[in-house]
């Protein structure tokens, strides 16, 4: 299964993009998806995630409320809207999916994730 996401991009603070994966083959529907970010220097983290139908959502505290998960089931693809970006959202963002997941289930283990899209840079910096 091959993710491709796009949207990154160089913003200033307080500035918005939307972030788009979009996930080859016919079972996207099946899969609870996710966006996982690698600050330069540090580990990967979770930074939203959003279930199968019905539809459940998990974001990670310092995001809340500015980030937006959702997707489109109909073109195979998972977004990203991110608004009243900070210099520490800085990163590499990157899609993955876990095709195991059950209806409305949040997987939060990164090892839970099956397929994996390559990164797109984001930088928030005056």
């Known amino acids: 299964v091959q993710l491709q996401a796009s949207g990154g991009g160089l913003v200033q603070p307080g500035g918005s993009l939307r972030l788009s994966c979009v996930v080859g083959?016919?079972?996207?529907?099946?899969?609870?998806m996710a966006w996982i970010r690698q600050p330069s220097g540090k580990e990967r983290e979770l930074v939203a995630v959003i279930s199968m139908e019905p539809v459940n959502t998990y974001y990670r505290a310092s995001v809340q409320g500015r980030f937006t998960i959702s997707r489109d089931n109909a073109k195979n693809t998972v977004y990203l809207q991110m608004n009243g970006l900070k210099p520490e959202d800085t990163a590499v963002y990157s899609c993955?999916?876990?095709?195991?997941?059950?209806?409305?289930?949040?997987?939060?283990?990164?090892?839970?994730?099956?397929?994996w899209g390559q990164g797109t840079q984001v930088t928030v910096s005056s």
């Open positions: 993955a999916a876990d095709h195991d997941a059950y209806p409305g289930y949040i997987p939060r283990n990164l090892n839970e994730y099956d397929f």
């Open positions: 083959g016919r079972a996207f529907s099946k899969y609870s």
